[in-house]
């Protein structure tokens, strides 16, 4: 499909990649670039995580977001902190209208908790292939942001993984505060409808002021 997508203004494309269906996605971004991660068919979670690119490494710390930005949701406007309370990315656009900051990522080992399933692909099996190719290991995932996930949650606490709201073309935009490596797992669940049961092919985008 064609996605419509609005570059932050003055800036070019320098690199551009489909991510299959399943399969997780990194690169390094230098201060000042735009990440731009795009739904192509709608209601597929990616899950996100991000670290300085250089060592020693502070990663993105979720509950430090979460405080810092007095919101569960994160959107347009929110800010993405490390555990050591830097900026890392800002959220500049979102068409979709918030993500989600609880649910963390799956794995096979969750997965045969929760639906009694044998599985060897998940996006904790993801970063773990994907993060061992920058010298980091699994010690290093912690809690994600789940783009173009939706989770509810009521007021005595009970959450529930629910249908995703993004509609084919939805895309967020982030603008790197420091050098930050971004890592990415296009979901690969099929047990809930946080990627719609079938999991489905998004787009990375990267940019940077001309």
């Keep these: 499909m064609t996605v419509v997508l609005t570059l932050p203004e003055g800036s070019r494309v320098i690199h551009r ?4 269906p399943k399969k997780p996605w990194s690169r390094v971004l230098a201060t000042g670039q735009f990440l731009s991660i795009v739904d192509l068919h709608g209601q597929q979670a990616v899950d996100f995580l991000c670290f300085t690119a250089h060592a020693p490494h ?5 509950p430090n977001t979460v405080k810092l930005n007095r919101s569960l949701y994160v959107t347009k406007g929110t800010d993405l902190y490390s555990d050591r309370a830097e900026k890392m990315f800002s959220v500049i656009e979102d068409t979709c209208g918030f993500h989600d900051t609880l649910a963390g990522c799956c794995s096979c080992e969750m997965d045969r908790l929760r639906y009694g399933v ?5 996006c904790r099996t993801n970063f773990i292939s994907e993060l061992s190719k920058w010298g980091l290991g699994p010690s290093e995932i912690v809690s994600n942001v789940n783009f173009f996930m939706r989770v509810k949650f009521a007021s005595d606490g009970a959450l529930q993984i629910a249908e995703g709201i993004s509609r084919p073309g939805d895309y967020v935009t982030l603008r790197a505060h420091m050098p930050v490596l971004a890592v990415l797992s296009n979901c690969p669940q099929q047990n809930n409808p946080c990627s719609g049961f079938a999991p489905t092919p998004i787009e990375v985008i990267v940019s940077e002021a001309v």
């Design 17 to 20: 990649e489909t991510v299959a």
């Design 118 to 122: 044998e599985k060897t692909e998940s």
């Design 58 to 62: 502070a990663r993105l710390n979720v």
